[in-house]
């Protein structure tokens, strides 16, 4: 286990990619241009005699300085695949309704030999297996299952989230960084606030309140000085124009003004303002980063250009999305969840891959309109022949406008789902697409020598996949639900609805 304090530095250097997470950011002001790390060195220097008690007092501080000046690097893990992976995890904490739920969760990459980076954002809401279990729950309970569920250390419980993250974009996760609102507000408060314009006036009648409670949040248009409270308002609300797309951009505001304030003489210069941080982050943020890895960090951070970050979410609201919504039962009540559009998560896994070149991802989908394939869809019901037709037809593709129910009983089996390829002329990008994207393997059949045409794919798919398909937002009807959501262990704070074994 890290002490606090080394808890605290380590995460303070990672905090900063993930632009949506205003609370990460701030931590990160501190270190990216690397003047502070210079100053900090200076000042730890000259000022050991005057700060001799704060130091006594606290011993970790002693040692993540040593951290920080040490000039021998230790290898960071990634480096050895020129990918380093480092998940970020929001929660609330302490006085919030299910402060343990990771309800902002993030994977930041860099590239440490070309210094490129990229987040990917994942949604609280996403449904997922838990780890270890043949049951599920939102991914943003699984931190807070291990907490309080399975009684997991720290470390172990986030392993829960981070598995799982693995699991979805097919990247190993080197690190984790979590860290909770008390810790932004008091570093703000230690900047003595920092300063907005105002675009919109803002009223939310639905902003939380103590005691799990609804307040009234407003604030006008023009200029204003925000005090810490009122900034951590002001970057959270989401019932106002402009929605999650609006707060983002507020949140980008409050991290401008609060990097100019950490930046100015007046924090630089006040060796008590930044044991203060050090202090706060030690409190409020916890990491599986080493304290021996610091210095290779602290390089990596000075040599990364986080506005050149490629940024990309996982949501569920346009064609190209690769998610969509729909609703479980969670404790009985009908809860919101996003699950992948497709049945597996190869495209989210092909968009983590190449996120750093996202040119290889539209050079596929070219190559897959160049071969223009004919596609033979196959089902058992009419209805589903239907339904998977049309959801086919949203990926670009272009299947048979017959039902053919006599050459499903031909060339399909009722038991399980196929992908065939009769073409003497391979049609593999598709090919490799549609296995992706049901996870089929690809069986190959030489056609007969007869003057009749046959299609260049075959797709036989089960009623299962036509109910998956058919999953929306506003769909409840449990005749057509798959099984596999009704397996959920737990509602939306995260407390297990019934014991299982693991």
């Known amino acids: 286990m890290l002490n606090k304090n080394q808890s605290a530095k380590t995460k303070i250097i990672w905090s900063g990619f993930l632009w949506r997470i205003f609370f990460l950011l701030l931590v990160l002001i501190f270190f990216f241009t690397g003047l502070f790390l210079m100053k900090l060195n200076k000042t730890v220097t000259k000022t ?213 304030k950490a930046m100015s003489i007046k924090i630089l210069a006040n060796p008590i303002k930044i044991i203060k941080i050090l202090d706060i982050l030690g409190k409020h943020l916890k990491t599986n980063i080493q304290p021996k890895e610091i210095p290779a960090m602290i390089t990596l951070v000075k040599e990364i250009n986080i506005s050149q970050a490629t940024t990309k979410v996982l949501d569920a609201w346009s064609k190209d999305s690769l998610l969509k919504s729909t609703h479980i039962l969670l404790g009985n009540v009908w809860s919101y969840v996003l699950i992948p559009k497709e049945k597996s998560y190869a495209k989210i896994q092909d968009l983590a891959k190449n996120i750093f070149d996202l040119n290889k991802i539209n050079d596929k989908k070219s190559k897959i309109t160049e071969e223009k394939a004919v596609i033979e869809l196959l089902t058992p019901s009419y209805k589903s022949y239907q339904q998977s037709k049309k959801v086919l037809a949203t990926w670009g593709y272009h299947p048979s406008n017959s039902y053919k129910y006599k050459e499903y009983q031909t060339k399909c089996s009722s038991q399980k789902e196929s992908l065939l390829s009769y073409s003497d002329k391979n049609k593999l990008f598709t090919l490799d697409d549609l296995a992706e994207k049901f996870n089929l393997n690809v069986k190959y059949i030489t056609p007969e020598k007869t003057s009749k045409k046959h299609p260049d794919i075959v797709l036989c798919l089960l009623e299962s996949t036509y109910k998956y398909f058919i999953q929306e937002k506003n769909k409840t009807n449990k005749e057509d639900r798959p099984t596999e959501l009704e397996q959920s262990i737990t509602n939306q704070d995260g407390e297990v609805l019934f014991n299982i074994s693991k």
Do not use: C, W
């Open 48 to 260: 050991t005699a005057k700060l001799n008690n704060q130091v006594q007092k606290n011993n970790s501080l002693s040692s993540l300085t040593k951290g920080i000046i040490n000039k021998n690097k230790t290898k960071l893990k990634g480096e050895e695949v020129n990918r380093i992976n480092i998940l970020l995890l929001g929660v609330g904490g302490e006085g919030h309704k299910g402060k343990y739920l990771t309800d902002t969760i993030a994977l930041v990459s860099i590239n440490p030999k070309t210094f490129q980076s990229a987040i990917l954002s994942i949604p609280r809401d996403l449904y997922v297996k838990i780890p270890n279990s043949n049951y599920k729950t939102k991914i943003n309970a699984l931190y807070t299952y291990g907490l309080r569920n399975r009684n997991l250390p720290p470390e172990e419980s986030a392993s829960l989230i981070t598995k799982s993250v693995e699991n979805i974009t097919g990247e190993k996760v080197n690190y984790y960084v979590i860290l909770d609102f008390s810790g932004f507000k008091k570093i703000i408060e230690i900047l003595d606030g920092v300063n907005v314009q105002v675009e919109n006036d803002i009223v939310d009648h639905h902003y939380p309140g103590p005691n799990f409670s609804y307040e009234t949040f407003k604030i006008s248009k023009g200029f204003h000085h925000l005090d810490a409270e009122t900034a951590l308002k002001y970057a959270r609300v989401r019932h106002t124009k402009g929605g999650d797309f609006g707060r983002a951009h507020r949140q980008q505001q409050i991290i401008a003004s609060a990097r100019e």
